[in-house]
């Protein structure tokens, strides 16, 4: 089907008000949504946490003169729900509104969902058009659909090195971090830890640099925090265990829960990578960025299991010390490529994981 330019222009406007939500809706998509009225918005919304109202009801809340809506389009970049959740079906809300016409960005995957929400609407006598800008639809959601299509949580690799390649120095001081990236970027790789619903790390770089993984430098909700710690070898002191977000291990010991640290059992001997990825599956967690040491980053390099890789060039040079990641698997030229102040980032998107 195809769709004029006002319905692009719409449905990306449903995008731009939905990535407001990023980091604050897990497990929940993101979700705008605007009311149209002769070629005018008159309402809009979008979700902004789980639990609370979906980007729909917003938008419809908003709308001042209710007599109109009859006569309006309501667009959305996801299916509307059609089963109970934590809050009503979005579609019911619709239909009573006396909307007769709904736009929609792309299916919602999910399984409870998956053309049913469209399915009720178009039985209910609601023209239903479906496939406006989905791929930027699905980019917006590229989270819940692959947690949902891969049965793992999105992957994101980050590092920052040196202008010659270098994680770090040959010799640095204990428990201490050696900055590699400027303050902007560092900002920039905070408000990443925001967007996201977990952040992972080896027991060496816990060792080594004893990382807070906060978000200290942006407004933002802190990730849980996941550490990789096989013998447990970490000392509880580390800013990794603060008590100011959930912490999950990985080790060979055995399962148990203690305060907000939740140890999980896992067999290294086998594929212990692939493991971790299926527990935290399990566990609703939809996304991970992944800010572990040379070791840990090259083992979801080598298994092919990332999605996105983002690489912070300082101006920096250390001469020797701990190379960065063997980035010879990737394929073609970065995405992207910004400047911060001087730093260079550099973005991947794998090809084979999409």
């Given amino acids: 089907m195809k769709f004029g330019m006002s319905a692009s222009k719409f449905m990306n406007k449903c995008i731009a008000l939905a990535k407001q939500g990023l980091g604050s809706t897990y497990p929940n998509p993101l979700v705008g949504s605007l009311i149209v009225y002769k070629g005018q918005v008159i309402g809009s919304g979008w979700h902004q946490k789980s639990g609370q109202a979906h980007a729909e009801v917003h938008a419809i809340n908003s709308v001042s003169d209710r007599s109109v809506l009859a006569d309006s389009t309501l667009y959305v970049n996801l299916e509307p729900c059609s089963h109970h959740g934590k809050t009503p079906p979005c579609t019911d809300l619709i239909i009573q509104s006396g909307i007769r016409h709904v736009v929609v960005g792309m299916q919602d995957p999910f399984v409870k969902v998956n053309g049913m929400g469209i399915q009720k609407l178009r039985d209910a006598g609601i ?51 050696v900055w590699i990236s400027n303050l902007l970027s560092r900002t920039k790789a905070h408000q990443w830890r925001a967007e996201e619903q977990s952040i992972l790390i080896g027991k060496q770089t816990a060792l080594d640099d004893n990382p807070a993984l906060t978000t200290r430098l942006y407004k933002g909700s802190s990730p849980i925090r996941l550490l990789i710690d096989p013998k447990e070898e970490v000392d509880h002191k ?73 690489i912070i060039t300082g101006q920096e040079k250390f001469g020797s010390g701990i190379s960065a990641p ?29």
């Fill in 326 to 354: 063997n980035t010879k698997s990737f394929l073609g030229t970065p995405n992207s490529s910004t400047t911060f102040d001087g730093d260079i980032l550099k973005q991947w998107v794998n090809p084979l994981a999409h």
């Fill in 127 to 177: 023209r239903v058009d479906v496939g406006v800008e989905t791929a930027s639809c699905r980019k917006l959601n590229k989270r819940f659909v692959t947690t949902i299509e891969k049965q793992r949580p999105y992957i994101i690799l980050k590092w920052a090195e040196t202008a010659d390649g270098f994680l770090a120095p040959k010799t640095k001081t204990k428990n201490e971090p």
């Fill in 238 to 310: 580390a800013k990794v265990f603060n008590p100011d977000q959930k912490v999950i291990v990985f080790t060979a010991k055995k399962s148990r829960t203690k305060d907000h640290i939740e140890y999980v059992s896992i067999d290294f001997s086998a594929n212990g990578l692939q493991q971790i990825l299926n527990i935290l599956f399990q566990k609703g967690i939809q996304s991970i960025l992944v800010e572990g040491g040379s070791v840990t980053l090259q083992h979801f390099i080598d298994s092919g299991l990332w999605d996105e890789t983002r």
